[in-house]
């Protein structure tokens, strides 16, 4: 299996896992506030919408991202702890992997004029995307185990590597608690090691949270609206960074306004926390349904759209192929995605919820 394909993307495993309604790849929750929010867009002044695009060669258009981030920056500052100024370079993207792709492609590239062997590392069960990315562009990834993440920052990441993080945390769907002293212990015994967050599932956490970002060696970190709002295929969220990315330069100008018009009306309507908040108790009934469904003790992650239990040895398919981590800290993690929709409005999942309903029905 290539780092692009994991095992739970086999066509039998998903579907025994889509039958209990869940799934290993982590898919984002369209919710009645999504659908309603690109409506109002669609549906405000339609010529003010459609002016949006017109007349390039006046350069109106070059700026439109701007309000997007300064919007961001507002909703986001509960969540995290650091000073916008510090990042003034800002570029939109589609979602957060062309940030990625791109800032990976650009370290290879100052490796490559350096004289360095790039290397990418990541902790172990972290998003699939970083090694996938970093394989596709030839740089070698190397994986470490969470729990040992203070060896790990005090002597196992070379100088001039780059360590990519997802906070909250893809592995199980936590705020990592040592995030901050991670990133602080990494700058210190290698301060030429760039660490770059990954903040996507910021807005997908019900309870109160802070990310701090001050450690010098993080200087750029990607979002995307992807997930909190239901918009993976809205291909909407951005990178900041503290140095001009030359990369990115064109995405100022090519861009997608209509989803940055819809992340836009999102955050206007839904503060940093709101939506996990309001779907809290699905999120938890999904995940014990999901549980019951495939014999597992599950419980609902921070992250509002993943579940996750103890890992053990001897789990048959298809749970074997959704564990997610290393050591003590591994565990069996699932996206509740489909059940949740299902709970929410069995319209948001047609193809899927009915059976899910009689399932759980047959179940009580």
Known sequence: MNEALPSYTDAEVKA???AAGASGTIYSLVMPESEAAFEAV???????????YREAWTQKQDAMHRDYFDLWVGWSRPALDWSPD????????????????????????????????????IFDGDYEGFPAFAASLGIAVVRHPREEWQRVAAAAVPAGAQFWISQPSAIDGIVWPHFDAFAAALAASQPTAELVPDLTYVGSVARDYRIPLAAPNIRAFVMSHSKPFGGYYHRVGGVFAKEERP????????????????????????DVYDLPRKYRPVQEEAAGRVGAALGIELQAADVNLLATAPWCEGLGQPL????????SEKVVRLCVTAAMASLIDPALAPSTA???????????
């Open 354 to 364: 009915p059976d899910l309903l009689a399932r759980w029905k047959g179940m009580a």
């Open 16 to 18: 025994a896992l889509l």
């Open 86 to 121: 510090a990042f003034p370079f800002r570029y939109p993207t589609a979602g957060a992997s062309e940030g990625i792709v791109k800032l990976m492609a650009e370290y290879l590239g100052d490796c490559r004029a350096a004289g360095r062997v790039p290397q990418v590392h």
């Open 42 to 52: 669609l549906d405000r002044d339609r010529g003010g919408l459609l002016d949006l």
């Open 247 to 270: 990369s990115l330069l064109g995405n100022r100008w090519f861009k997608n306004l209509l989803s940055l018009a819809w992340g836009s009306e999102m955050m206007r309507r839904h």
């Open 320 to 327: 074997a192929s959704v564990g997610r981590g290393s050591g």
